[in-house]
């Protein structure tokens, strides 16, 4: 059905899409029977699937990743849909706009996506809300979801002071969420992948492991880097995650490159997702888990379009996958035929 209607989709501005598509899904699961109906159609029971990664227990492998629901508000259809772990955010401490429309571009001819949104985000305070107000009232068949929190600095706060913003986020989201994400590998944010350098990178990471009990009780916390950096500052990363004792890494975020491209929006700036990246990122995945020696569990996100690209990251050695563009361009189809083609493993 998605792909019948995804060509009259693409003929409209992709923000204003995406904001069409989630309010009519949330009406959808409202109507009498339409949430048990998304569930038939494509969530995939199979105990096969489940897997128990950094001390938690999913569902499945496939999860959705940050950037699709900034602020909390689609976690109950995205479940429906099959989902086996939702990423909320990037969230920061203060409601910002992000950047100004249009901030979204299709690249049909390379199956991607450039997006500049720069964290555009209602605030920690109401994400907290709405996720706490979803695992208040969740139906029974939701009760084995995932969430997790993916946190960000706000524009304004300079790279010094950036510390703390990312204190305030995780501080306030840490009693609704299962785990956190540490994103410093957006390309939409000024001089946010400057904390990716070594020393920052430590001090903020340090900070939050510190902060990391609350009556006795921890979260996992993941580090999302882009696949922009080189083989060395990749030896870095390892060492840091390592050193600094957090759960594990998110491999990829969107790039900058804009190698081999060949729509029209090519030379739009921002992060670029989809198809083009799917070799990188699992590179990374590859180059990382070596490196390593499996120390610390891979989420593997970057171009995932089919089971196969899938299946490609979790041989590289990921854990577990996510998908954003991929989810776009292909439908909640997707999740299904990754699903069932993990349980045929």
Request: proline share 6%; with cysteine; glycine share 10%.
């Amino acid at each position: 059905m998605y792909q019948l209607i995804k060509p009259i989709l693409f003929q409209f501005d992709p923000e204003k899409v995406h904001y069409f598509v989630t309010r009519n899904l949330k009406r959808f699961n409202k109507f009498p029977g339409g949430a048990a109906l998304s569930r038939a159609l494509w969530d995939v029971k199979d105990k096969g699937l489940e897997r128990e990664v950094f001390g938690l227990k999913f569902k499945n492998l496939v999860g959705l990743a940050a950037g699709f629901d900034k602020n909390g508000e689609m976690i109950s259809e995205m479940a429906n849909l099959g989902f086996g772990f939702i990423e909320v955010g990037t969230v920061t401490p203060l409601p910002q706009p992000g950047n100004p429309k249009p901030r979204m571009f299709r690249l049909p001819a390379d199956g991607a996506l450039i997006n500049r949104m720069g964290f555009n985000n209602l605030g920690v305070d109401v994400v907290a809300q709405r996720i706490a107000a979803y695992r208040k009232n969740r139906s029974a068949v939701q009760q084995d979801v995932i969430i997790g929190g993916n946190i960000g600095k706000n524009k304004v706060t300079p790279n010094e002071d950036a510390v703390s913003d990312y204190i305030k986020c995780f501080d306030r989201l840490f009693d609704v969420v299962d785990y956190f994400v540490v994103n410093v590998s957006s390309p939409n944010t000024p001089g946010l992948r400057e904390l990716q350098e070594k020393e920052p990178l430590m001090q903020l990471l340090n900070t939050l492991q510190q902060r990391n009990n609350k009556n006795g009780v921890s979260r996992p916390i993941l580090l999302k880097i882009a696949p922009d950096l080189t083989n060395e500052q990749l030896d870095d990363i390892v060492e840091i995650v390592t050193g600094s004792g957090i759960a594990g890494l998110i491999a990829t975020n969107t790039t900058i490159s804009r190698e081999g491209l060949n729509s029209p929006a090519k030379n739009e700036t921002g992060g670029l997702s989809g198809k083009p990246l799917t070799e990188r990122s699992t590179e990374v995945i590859k180059y990382i888990a070596q490196k390593s020696k499996g120390a610390f569990p891979i989420i593997g996100v970057g171009g995932i379009h089919s089971a196969e690209d899938a299946l490609k990251k979790l041989n590289a050695g990921a854990s577990l996958v996510q998908l954003y563009t991929g989810f776009i361009y292909e439908g909640p189809g997707l999740i299904q035929r990754i699903n069932k083609r993990i349980a045929r493993r």
